[in-house]
Every structure is written in structure tokens, then in C-alpha cells.
């Protein structure tokens, strides 16, 4: 959008454009180097995004000076459709479903909608297009609390679709932050033999805001994308609450621990993959990936039966196991207190479910750990009724996984069985992952 | 239970009966010095507790010497009940309820059942009556994952009666890990004005396993309940894998983390209230807690009403929030995606809810964090449907509160809504708390 006069004017006189890097002094000093945005509706600033990711607003009144440093790169994508790609470089298709990463605040009501399409993402953030030809495509527009089973079908798909191009070198997809590691799972499970990284990434804060991560955390996706050799589902997002660093996450292992901060997102049980400094184009892996891999071609498994039900043990909670069976549900993931368990009460249900050939699979609420239903005798008795301890599988990664088993297995119920306990996609660790829990206070 | 035959014999001959501390030199030269513990029933070896703890068994067919060292103090709770407190020490009350602490294996089933008395458990330490004078009294006897409301009253009513006795320095409530957070919260609430310290403790193993932390936990518990200078209701747990220190967190910022690590109880949002060396007798304080006040006769509110139903959004999920309205429940506590989101398509179902007086109370899956509604449209939406977003409370405590709030003001909605959004047991953090999350990963 277009700044107000009298900025307008001035800035025209001067030949800046937004996305020109420029150079602003303000009145009692300070210097300000950056890229040009858009400015936010109705304020009379101007906004400038500096070379770590944040944006700056500068009330127009207080500035003093201001130069065109560099103009804006012409070959981005939203403007120049058709520019040739640049030779040598590889090439990144991002996906675009929506999320705070593609929104910007609506400055009439004050909250955050999804506003920006995945070309303008891309323009918005002229350092992608050193390190990769960007290929930018929106198939959703949906915040990620509203992602639903169907939808995950629809980004298998059209992934899937990416990866069996030679020129492509890795899959981007931009998703909310709020269920992208539901999201991100479905992935590892729905594509299989996979060849290139699929890496997915958000925002915590929208990208007119001061504080937007979208800039660093796309950056550092381009970046893996380009030069890790990893052929895995993962999510790359902030590493610390400064600029430093992103950490990139296997899908299954990931979890959002923090509504708020940056660096919400950590691994569970497992190191992370691999760090990545955005801007100086570095990728340090920490775990031993899947490689790369040319003479393969990744197969599709897309559907999900949402027909699952999650559910959470707690004092006093009354039968919800029930639910499953009079909404004719298909399968019931129990996030269990402990090792695994649920009130002795609810046993008998877990009878009747998986007499009535509905799953029943264990994981835990503590989040960490492993359950194990062998130790106390309420665990045994739930083992007798048939339920299946998941070991140390996520409780969301499980649903999610359950959703793609009864979709794509769903009329053979031994078969889903088995799937449940395989591991496919690194949802369950062969290795102990004891010493991998660290703790939230001090040691001393 | 005694030793077998020919066990037996040698034990007697020497003097040595069960609780005395003993030498044994293994054929191999291994040295081994601790308190004799009761054998595992069928098995052909003698178990040792060590000093800091742990059991050992040591197969009695290598066992080359044994020495009596020590006999057991004989002036222990069970066996000995009547005799004359020691003067000069204070007095803990220890109220058992079962779960693990108090649990043994089956050696035929190999599972673990409650089956030690509070008594017993003290008999089993006797190192516990250095430091105090030991009362116990076992009110309950249940695994922890069968815990109900209902019992939580019974818990609240008897801890309260001991705060009330002039004699008593503080209270210490032996309980199973799996629901040790649900009700230590609901204690937290239950007791208002505490004038000493309400302890509650447990195991991650039973105590005649080897690796059993029992004794460590209830010995930290007691020293705690004597030094601190705090009126506040906590949970004592180990604090790290090792037997050097237990930590001490407070039990509305609590949770248990890990299915089976002993040091699986991490404070959330907040720093623990202090750590414990249970051996060295030593108490370090680390947040500023509530102290002991003798002016004040502590008040109980130990209703609880059960009918709340505590709901976690994920993608494809049904709409359980109707369950509610189907069910009759008066509250319900969404642990939301992100900031406190449910899919757009519930928000229907929270305005049906709440016109019907249910209350409807937000917190986030993503545990660290506050929610925040006003942020995105859908947040928007769920406020104007009535929905109450509670801060940075936990979920499982937010469900505790408000059984608790309407068991107790459960006529006035207005003011359980007041309730709700009030601090009262440090569940709602006044202050920041953003820079107390910490990463899973190693910052580089």
C-alpha cells in the first residue's frame, strides 16, 4: 500500500520505491538502514525492515534525512512473472496456506487476518532470491486453527507434485503457527520415499509488524531447502528470541511449547536436525538425516478419516471414551496421566470400543517419555481391554497418524494395527531417549 | 516379608533382622553397606538400601560375608507406636493416599499395587525421625489415576485439620505422580490463609525397586516441611537423575513431564520455590515464598464440583464442546491451539454455551505462554461468544479452579467468573514470565 502525502511526494522526488533499500536519519540522531515496506493503514510512519528481519516504524514528523541506498532487485517473482531464472541457482517452491506468516494486521479492527498472497511473501523479503530461483503458489487462505484433515490432503497433493520436479531442489510450505506440527506430520506420513526436503515454516508475528519473524524464518527455510542434504518433513523456525539462528525440527518430534515467543517450537525427545544461520547462508546439521535421493520417486498416501477421537485423562473427567462410540467413530487416541493411564472406571469402555473394532491407542500427557502399560495393574487390566501403548509417539502425532492409517488402511483394521506400531516417519524412536529431556530450571 | 530358608538362618544367627544396617561382601569383592530391606517375594537374593536411596539385590549364592553394623532405631512409628516423641524436633504429619510411594511390586503379576501403609513407609526410613517426629496416617488407598473430586475433599478436610494443631509443623501428603499436580492444585485452592507448609511427595519407582526415590523424595519432603520458612502447598520432587537434590515446585505452576523420569515434576512459567538436600538436612530457598504465620487459622473451601469438562482443540476434531450442553456440565476448559484458538466452526457452540450460563474458560495446549484473544479474528470471535481466556494458568489447573469455584460459589455465575480471573494460589502470574521458558535444545 501506498504512503500518504506528503511522504508520497518525497519519496517519489527522491526515486524510492517500496522494496528500495534506503537510509533514514531521524531528528535526534539515530540512523536507520533498511528495506522500504509497504506502510500499515492509516499511520503516519514509515516503515522500514532492517536486515535482521524486524521492521522499524519511524514517525514521518521526526525524520530528518533519507537517501536511496540500492534499489529494489527487479527479477522477484510477484512483479516480474516470466523473469528468466537466474543460472546456477537452485530453485524453491514455497506453498502458501495462510497463516500469520501470510497475514498482516488489519488496522481497523486491530486483529490479524490472512492477507498476503505467497508471491507477495516472497517480494516482501528480496534476500530469498540470492540464494534461489522462488517459485510462489497460494493453494489455501486459512488461519491454522481452522487447518482440518481435508486440507492436509489437499497440501500432500500439491507437494507431492513439487517433488516429482527435477528442478526443484527443496518444498517450502507456509502455515500458521498454531497446528503447523499437526500439519507437518500428516506430511511425513502422507508422502512417502521422499527425495527432497519439505520444509515447513511461520511466523509468530505478522510481517508488518516490528517484531515479524516471517523474514528470518522463510530465509532460513530457503536456506535448508537449498543446502542441507535431507530428504525429511521438518519444520524450521527461531532458535532464541534474538536473530541469531534458526533450529530445524523432524516433523514428528515437534511440538509448539510456547504461544507467544519466537522460539516456540522444540523437539521432543529427540535432538533437533540441523541449526541454520539465514543470512550467512549456513547450515550446521546435529542429527544424521535421510539424504537426498534422485533414483526414487516419492509415493502419495493422502487420505485422512478425521473419525478420531483425542482425549485426555484427567480427575473427575466423565466417559468420553463413550463419544467415540456413539458418533461412530473409528479411533481414539488416549493422552493418559503417567505412564499411560486412565481412570480404572473407564476400563470397560475401552472394551466395548475395541469390541466394537474401533482402535484404542496410549500415549501420555506428561509429553515426554514413553508409556508403558505393564507396570501398574490399572495398565494391565487397559491392555486386556485391548488398548495399544504407542511408546513414546506424540499424542498429536499419534491422532494424526490414526487419521492417515484409518484413511488409507481403514478397511483392515490388523493392517492399522501394525502401521500404528511401525515407525514411518521417526514418530517412534528405536533408541532410548531418556538423556534427551532437559530441564526448565537451573541445575546446580 | 521374611527371607527364605537357608537366608533366613544366617540372618538370625547373626542378629541381623530386617531395617538394621548391614556389610556385604560380595564373592567378587564388592562392598556393600545399607539398610536391610524386606525380600521380593520368590526371589533368591537379599536387598540392600543404599545410603542414597537405591536398592540394591545382590544374589545370595555370591555373597562371601555379611556384618551387622547397626541395628535399627527402635523408636520407629509402626512398630512402635506410644513411644515418646524426641524432644526438641518438630512434628510432621504425613497423610497417605496411595500411589506409588506407597506401592510394592507383585512378584507374581509383576505389577505394582498400593499395599504400604504411611506407617510402613516411615518404618522404611528411619532416617526420617533425625530430623522430626513422624506421625503418618494412611486416609487413602488408590493409584493415583483413579483420583477423583470427591477425594480431593476428603484430602483438603484432613490436611486442614493437622494445619489446625498447634504442634504440627508441616503437613506432607504422600501421593501417586500420575494426578500429583491435579491435586496438589486443588489443595492450593481448597486451603485458603495456610499458616505451615503442605508438602505433597511421591515416587517415580515403588520403594523395594532398586532404583526407588521414596525415600529421597519423603526425606526432602520432611526436611522441607521443618526448615522452610514457607506457608505455601508444594510438590517435592527429585531434581535431576542423580540423589543429590529434590526440588520444590508450587503446585498451581507444576507438572509432571515425563513418564518415567524421577525427576519428571518441572515448574512451568515460573522458577521453583526452592531446592532440597535431603541428606545435608539443607534448604535453599529460590523464589520468595509465603511464610509461616502463627496469627492465622487457616480456612477450608473443599468442595469441588466435577461437572467441567476440559477439551483440547486439534485439526478434524468433533464438537465436543456440545457434550457439555448434552451432559449437563456447568464449566468447560479448552486447552486451545496456539494463543487459545478452537476452529472457527465451535465458536457457534461457545455462544450456545454460554447463553445457557455454562462458563467457558480458555487456556493453550501449548502450556508455556499466555493466551491472548484479541490478536486474531477467530480469538475475536470466541470473546464475543462469551468465551473467559485465563491468562497463563495451566490447563489442568484452570479445570481444577473452576471445579473448585463451582463447587463452592457454584450459584453465582458472576462471581465464579470473578473467581476465575483472580489470583489466588499463584496460578495467574502477575508479572512477565516469558524469560522463564527455556529450550529443550542447546543454545549455540
Redesign the interface.
Known amino acids: 500500500m501506498e504512503y500518504p502525502e506528503p511522504i508520497r511526494s518525497k519519496l517519489s522526488q527522491l526515486g524510492i520505491e517500496i522494496g528500495d533499500k534506503i537510509r533514514l536519519v531521524r531528528e535526534d540522531g539515530l540512523i536507520i538502514e533498511g528495506i522500504l515496506m509497504p506502510r500499515p493503514r492509516g499511520a503516519n510512519f514509515i516503515v522500514v525492515k532492517l536486515r535482521n528481519g524486524y521492521n522499524v516504524g519511524i514517525a514521518w514528523d521526526k525524520v530528518k534525512e533519507i537517501t536511496l541506498i540500492e534499489k529494489k532487485k527487479r527479477y522477484e517473482v510477484a512483479k516480474a512473472k516470466g523473469v528468466p531464472k537466474r543460472e546456477g541457482l537452485p530453485t524453491v517452491k514455497i506453498i502458501g496456506t495462510g497463516g500469520t506468516i501470510a497475514s498482516k494486521i488489519d488496522y481497523e ?5 490472512p492477507a498476503m498472497s505467497a508471491e507477495e511473501l516472497v517480494e516482501d523479503i528480496p534476500e530469498l532470491l540470492d540464494v534461489a530461483n522462488i517459485e510462489a503458489e497460494q493453494i489455501l487462505e486459512i ?7 481435508k486440507y ?1 490432503e489437499k497440501i500432500a497433493l500439491a507437494v507431492h507434485a513439487e517433488l516429482l520436479r527435477d528442478e526443484i531442489a527443496g518444498v517450502i510450505v507456509a502455515h ?4 503447523m506440527a ?2 507437518s506430520s500428516a506430511l511425513a506420513f502422507a508422502i512417502q520415499d521422499l527425495n527432497k526436503p519439505v520444509v515447513f515454516t511461520g511466523a509468530q508475528r505478522s510481517s508488518d509488524r516490528p517484531s515479524s519473524d516471517a523474514a528470518f524464518n522463510l530465509m532460513a527455510s530457503v536456506v535448508f531447502a537449498t543446502k542441507a542434504n535431507a530428504a525429511e518433513v521438518v519444520v524450521t523456525m527461531h ?2 528470541t534474538g536473530d ?2 534458526a ?1 530445524v525440527h523432524r516433523a514428528t518430534r515437534v511440538r ?6 519466537r ?2 517450537f ?3 525427545c529427540a ?2 536436525l540441523a ?1 541454520v544461520w539465514p543470512w550467512a547462508y549456513e547450515v ?1 546439521m546435529i542429527s544424521e538425516p535421510l539424504n537426498r535421493r534422485s533414483n526414487i520417486e516419492p509415493k502419495v498416501l493422502p487420505k ?1 478419516d ?1 473419525r ?3 482425549v ?7 466417559d ?1 471414551l463413550e ?1 467415540a462410540l456413539e ?1 461412530g ?1 473409528r479411533g481414539v487416541i488416549i ?11 473407564l476400563v470397560e469402555t475401552i472394551k466395548r470400543l475395541t469390541d466394537a473394532g474401533v482402535f484404542v491407542g496410549v500415549t ?9 502399560l ?7 487390566e487397559m491392555l486386556d481391554a485391548g488398548a495399544v501403548p504407542l511408546e513414546d509417539m506424540l499424542a ?1 502425532v499419534a ?1 494424526v497418524k490414526l ?1 492417515w492409517a484409518l484413511g488409507n488402511y481403514g478397511n483392515d483394521l490388523e493392517k492399522v494395527r501394525e502401521i500404528m506400531l511401525k515407525p514411518i516417519a521417526g514418530e517412534i524412536r528405536n533408541r532410548r531417549t ?1 538423556n ?6 537451573p ?2
Chains 1, 2 share one sequence.
Not at 143 to 149: F, H, I
Not at 374 to 380: E, I, M, P, Q, W
Open positions: 479492527t486491530g486483529a490479524v487476518k488461519l491454522s486453527e481452522n487447518m482440518e484433515p492436509w500458521g503457527t498454531d497446528t499437526y500439519t532458535g532464541e541469531t539462528y533450529v509448539k511449547f510456547h504461544s507467544t515467543r522460539d516456540a522444540q523437539s521432543v535432538e533437533p541449526y550446521k485422512f478425521p478420531v477421537l483425542q485426555k485423562a484427567y480427575p473427575g473427567m466423565p468420553l463419544i458418533k467413530y493422552e493418559g496421566t503417567g505412564m499411560g493411564h486412565v481412570p480404572q472406571r501420555t500427557q506428561c509429553i515426554h517419555g514413553t508409556v508403558n505393564n507396570v501398574y495393574s490399572t495398565g494391565r498429536e491422532t487419521m531418556i534427551l529431556y532437559r530441564l526448565s530450571y541445575e546446580i
